[in-house]
């Protein structure tokens, strides 16, 4: 970058405070000068400076990075497709054969066999390995894996799971190799890992002997920007050459305009609310169900995305996920009919104020988010201005993800808005198993449901999709009703290039970016 193009930037970056401006990685100063490197500012980085993508979010952003990879993947019709595994079938209720692609090399220059495939997967169970992850380890369910040969796995799991299949497209059922001093990370993908910052940054290197063909870029780094709107300024002043998560209302005047290199397409991640019914004011099923009809999602929308960024929710699954979306469900603004419900209830503002009170108390409902995508802050804001119509009082505040999460299961917070992908596997099991369900690790709302549980156990014990889906439509029938979790809107992610990006899509599950035809033209 020039000496002017650079004063540019930084004046542009000290209007909005030195708070964004520390949120920008510093480029590297390195060997990527003189190479082809795309640069992708990114909402969330690394979760420390050698990220297992077995474990926590890491997987995420190294599948996306084009590091690991995964023994089945999802098409961009979301439907199971060969990855590492050429072929893959259901030979009981219980056992999965898998046959391995025979041309694979880790980034080491070894060759993949299925005991490397065998010793991965067994690191997910080994508590204090930085790949352990027990909330894979229970959507997997394994029992036991055999290598029959070289190139042909059994998985056995501990009862029917009819997920099983499309629990292994998740980016955290990474396939790697145990890492060296040389190369903490040793994966398949087209890019080998080079060095990570923890929130801040990720950098690779191509991998020329990938089985999928030689990447046409050399390295790629990605930029943690939390902040959707310094993303912007950093692609403005050409320190990135593209912002995946864009800000919408700039989108919307780009596309206005008829400027920007554009990419759009509809996800499965839902914006939502979970919430704290385990004890609090919305232990209260009216209060829930009054905030729900409280909140005018059509408002939200237009007001937080500008007309580019999502449709309202009616439940867990966005309507384009017709396999299994409860076309039925509604969730409806009804303001009138919240304050009928909870005047019935006795939940009525006794002195005037403007606030009502549950239990002689004034409500003042605690409600918080984060930075990392641009649409969370004005959607906590346009909420609190709704709940006040009906005279539900609330604080708002951002914080850090995790502290929210901890702050909600310890009753602190009552509302947690988050923004997470409902079908990152395609397959319905994964979003109400993960939050909803009795005692699971991110049930931070303290939610028991009995039928539920069992609904969920038949949802995998089941092998047809016929009888899954009237199940699962009771789920989100079931949710819609008790709201330990309020959807609020799905999600359309929005991405802006330099004008120089080639191969870049956008995938319904966001769990892929970075593939060997990704590139920058001259």
């Known amino acids: 970058m020039s000496n002017q193009k650079t004063s540019l930037a930084f004046a542009a970056l000290l209007s909005l405070g030195a708070a964004a401006v520390t949120q920008i990685a510093v480029p590297a100063q390195d060997a990527y000068a003189a190479e082809t490197t795309m640069r992708i500012a990114v909402p969330f980085g690394p979760k420390s400076n050698v990220p297992d993508p077995r474990a926590r979010q890491n997987g995420w952003l190294s599948n996306r990075a084009g590091v690991s990879e995964t023994l089945i993947g999802l098409g961009y019709d979301m439907a199971m497709q060969p990855r590492l595994a050429e072929t893959f079938k259901n030979v009981s209720p219980t056992e999965w054969k898998l046959t391995l692609r025979k041309d694979v090399t880790f980034h080491d220059g070894s060759a993949m066999t299925a005991r490397d495939v065998k010793a991965s997967f067994e690191k997910i169970d080994l508590e204090g390995h930085p790949g352990h992850n027990p909330r894979l380890s229970r959507l997997l369910g394994i029992e036991s894996i055999t290598a029959e040969d070289d190139y042909t796995l059994v998985f056995k799991t501990k009862s029917p799971n009819s997920a099983f299949l499309w629990s292994l497209t998740e980016p955290s059922a990474a396939v790697l190799k145990e890492g060296t001093d040389?190369?903490?990370?040793?994966?398949?993908?087209?890019?080998?890992?080079?060095?990570?910052?923890?929130?801040?940054?990720?950098?690779?290197?191509?991998?020329?002997?990938?089985?999928?063909?030689?990447?046409?870029?050399?390295?790629?780094?990605?930029?943690?920007?939390?902040?959707?709107?310094?993303?912007?300024?950093?692609?403005?002043?050409?320190d990135v050459d593209l912002v995946t998560n864009y800000p919408e209302p700039d989108f919307a005047a780009l596309k206005e305009k008829g400027d920007g290199q554009l990419f759009a397409n509809p996800t499965t991640r839902l914006f939502f609310f979970q919430v704290r019914t385990a004890d609090g004011p919305l232990a209260n099923d009216t209060l829930r169900t009054a905030v729900s009809l409280g909140l005018d999602r059509e408002t939200i929308v237009a007001a937080s995305l500008n007309g580019v960024g999502g449709e309202v929710a009616n439940s867990l699954f966005p309507a384009t996920m017709t396999s299994w979306a409860n076309a039925a469900l509604t969730l409806d603004y009804d303001p009138e009919k919240a304050k009928a419900l909870l005047d019935e209830a006795g939940i009525v503002d006794s002195n005037g104020d403007g606030n009502r009170e549950l239990?002689?108390?004034?409500?003042?409902?605690?409600?918080?988010?984060?930075?990392?995508?641009?649409?969370?802050?004005?959607?906590?804001?346009?909420?609190?201005?709704?709940?006040?119509?009906?005279?539900?009082?609330?604080?708002?505040?951002m914080a850090e993800y995790d502290a929210n999460n901890e702050a909600l299961k310890a009753g602190e917070i009552h509302m947690h808005l988050q923004a997470w992908g409902t079908a990152p596997q395609g397959d319905p099991d994964y979003f109400p198993s993960?939050?909803?369900?009795?005692?699971?690790?991110?049930?931070?709302?303290?939610?028991?449901?009995?039928?539920?549980?069992?609904?969920?156990?038949?949802?995998?014990?089941?092998?047809?999709?016929?009888?899954?889906?009237?199940?699962?439509?009771?789920?989100?029938?079931?949710?819609?009703?008790?709201?330990?979790?309020?959807?609020?809107?799905?999600?359309?992610?929005?991405?802006?290039?330099?004008?120089?990006?080639?191969?870049?899509?956008?995938?319904?599950?966001?769990?892929?970016?970075?593939?060997?035809?990704?590139?920058?033209?001259?």
Not at 212 to 218: A, S
Not at 365 to 389: C, D, H, N, V
Not at 439 to 466: M, P
Not at 468 to 487: F, G, M, S, V
Request: no cysteine; aromatic share 8%.
């Open 182 to 238: 040389e190369l903490p990370l040793i994966g398949t993908g087209p890019f080998v890992f080079v060095k990570a910052e923890t929130d801040k940054t990720y950098q690779t290197r191509k991998f020329a002997d990938y089985w999928g063909g030689e990447p046409k870029l050399d390295a790629i780094v990605m930029d943690a920007l939390s902040d959707p709107s310094v993303a912007a300024l950093a692609l403005q002043a050409g």
């Open 434 to 522: 993960t939050l909803v369900e009795s005692g699971v690790g991110y049930n931070f709302s303290g939610y028991s449901n009995t039928e539920l549980d069992a609904l969920l156990v038949k949802g995998r014990e089941s092998f047809d999709d016929e009888v899954r889906k009237a199940y699962y439509d009771r789920i989100q029938e079931i949710i819609n009703t008790e709201l330990p979790l309020i959807p609020v809107f799905h999600k359309t992610q929005v991405s802006v290039g330099n004008g120089k990006v080639e191969g870049y899509r956008i995938h319904p599950a966001e769990t892929y970016l970075v593939t060997p035809d990704l590139a920058l033209a001259e």
């Open 359 to 397: 239990d002689g108390e004034e409500i003042s409902l605690k409600i918080r988010s984060y930075e990392g995508r641009a649409a969370l802050r004005p959607t906590l804001e346009i909420t609190q201005a709704l709940l006040q119509q009906i005279g539900i009082g609330s604080e708002i505040s």
